[in-house]
């Protein structure tokens, strides 16, 4: 099940070339971008880890791009998004945040029931994924 | 088969007509930098001549590709060497808005960054900071000033290597996104090149800033008077070109940076002048007018006269 979480999330794969445009265009509206990965999947996982610092003054996409080379094969098999943040008094949130790299099989998620009392029963929902621990999670077969 | 077999594209879409090189240059806007480029520094015939030069390869490139007959961006890595005060900074700025204008770099920002910005100061920490700097510089001109503090040979276990290294890396590989300018003094320049032949070997120009000639130094002392808002009495024009000759002579002369020194002293001293007439009133002639006392009581001619007593 393919996982579907900030922008673009319902439009194909984003090319590199389209990543860096998005990025150019972040910049240019003074926004800090920054990457970060998770192997989490569950829709209320909002607080991914970060890959390196935060990039402020950059200029140049082709900047936020090498770093994102480098995530990306630190962890192939992770999700990896984009995020811009505004700095902007009052404004200081994401503006920006879109997943470019996500792993080659997402196995989905579990509908888990719990019994509550008289015949009441609780729904949640809980990734195949986080079965395994963390960081081992997408690397098996 | 039925099927119509395409004839195949011609190598050569626009036809091989005259292209108007008059068009590109006016559209590319470059001209104005190169006239600024003649009017505010004065001197440096061989970095205007080898800018000009850029300038033409980079037009006459653009001009090729419109062509489809790509040569790849040439390297641009260049050095600038040259005694202090010669006006290596402010090429190095100049530079950064030409190939921005010139379309070889997309944002045209300078980083001057030395070799505190790039060396760490334990293991593992160089390689961080140096991509850190790279990252910033993306885009732009890196501006590595006295570069060849770089690399201690007296010590080999110095971290100096290390950012070399991956600066290399990034040289090459990602030519397009970036040009790193080294700066430094010739001598030690030519060592530190000497003793990194790979180096020596990616950076295409070696740019040297030759010591400006008395009168050089004159034309841009009148450059900074006007961009002060100052001007010289004529007695004052002949004491300055006296006192540059004698401070030529003299132990750490740093060409126009001295001379930028020996201004800021003068106004300093025409401001206590007028200070000390205060009452009478003051026109705003004797404000903007630098007199030859100013000039005279500097350091530099009291050391001749004690020389000829």
Redesign the interface.
């Known amino acids: 099940m393919r996982i579907t979480q900030g922008t673009f999330s319902f439009l194909p794969e984003l090319s590199d070339e389209q990543i860096s445009r998005q990025i150019e265009y972040s910049l240019e509206q003074g926004w800090a971008v920054s990457i970060e990965y998770t192997d989490d999947p569950h829709p209320r996982n909002t607080y991914w880890e970060m890959f390196g610092m935060p990039m402020f003054d950059i200029r140049d996409a082709a900047g936020i791009m090498g770093e994102l080379a480098s995530c990306r094969k630190t962890f192939p098999n992770h999700y990896i998004k984009v995020n811009a943040f505004d700095a902007t008094r009052g404004r200081e949130s994401l503006r920006l945040s879109f997943i470019v790299n996500r792993p080659p099989r997402e196995p989905g998620f579990a509908l888990v029931r719990q019994e509550g009392p008289g015949r009441a029963l609780r729904y949640t929902t809980r990734a195949y994924a986080a079965d395994r621990p963390e960081g081992e999670r997408y690397s098996g077969p | 088969m039925s099927a119509v077999i395409e004839p195949p594209p011609p190598a050569d879409p626009h036809g091989t007509g005259p292209l108007d090189l008059e068009a590109e240059y006016r559209h590319s806007q470059v001209a104005e930098v190169l006239d600024g480029l003649e009017r505010d520094l004065i001197g440096l015939v061989p970095v205007k001549s080898r800018i000009r030069d850029i300038a033409a390869l980079l037009l006459i490139d653009k001009l090729r590709s419109t062509l489809g007959l790509s040569a790849g961006a040439p390297a641009l890595h260049m050095s600038f060497t040259g005694n202090p005060g010669t006006g290596k900074t402010t090429v190095a700025l100049r530079m950064a808005e030409i190939l921005h204008r010139l379309g070889y770099v997309?944002?045209g920002?300078l980083v001057a960054v030395t070799r505190d910005d790039l060396v760490g100061q334990y293991i593992g920490h160089t390689a961080?900071k140096t991509?850190?700097v790279?990252?910033?510089?993306?885009?732009?001109v890196l501006f590595i000033d006295e570069a060849y503090y770089l690399y201690r040979p007296e010590n080999e276990r110095d971290y100096g290597q290390e950012a070399i290294e991956i600066l290399l890396q990034v040289m090459e590989n990602?030519r397009e996104?970036?040009v790193v300018i080294f700066a430094g003094y010739k001598q030690r320049m030519d060592t530190f090149f000497h003793s990194n032949p790979g180096l020596s070997s990616r950076v295409a120009h070696h740019i040297d800033f030759p010591d400006y000639s008395c009168d050089e130094l004159l034309a841009i002392a009148h450059l900074m008077l006007e961009q002060m808002h100052y001007r010289l009495s004529p007695d004052a024009d002949g004491a300055l070109r006296e006192y540059i000759e004698l401070r030529r002579g003299q132990p750490h002369f740093a060409n126009a940076r001295s001379i930028r020194n020996a201004l800021d002293r003068a106004r300093l001293r025409q401001a206590s002048r007028l200070f000390e007439r205060r009452g009478a009133p003051i026109s705003r002639d004797e404000l903007i007018t630098i007199e030859a006392a100013d000039i005279r009581a500097s350091r530099v001619f009291a050391e001749e006269r004690a020389h000829e007593r």
Do not use: S
């Open positions: 997309r944002k920002h961080p991509r850190e790279l990252k910033r510089a993306m885009g732009g990602q996104d970036l």
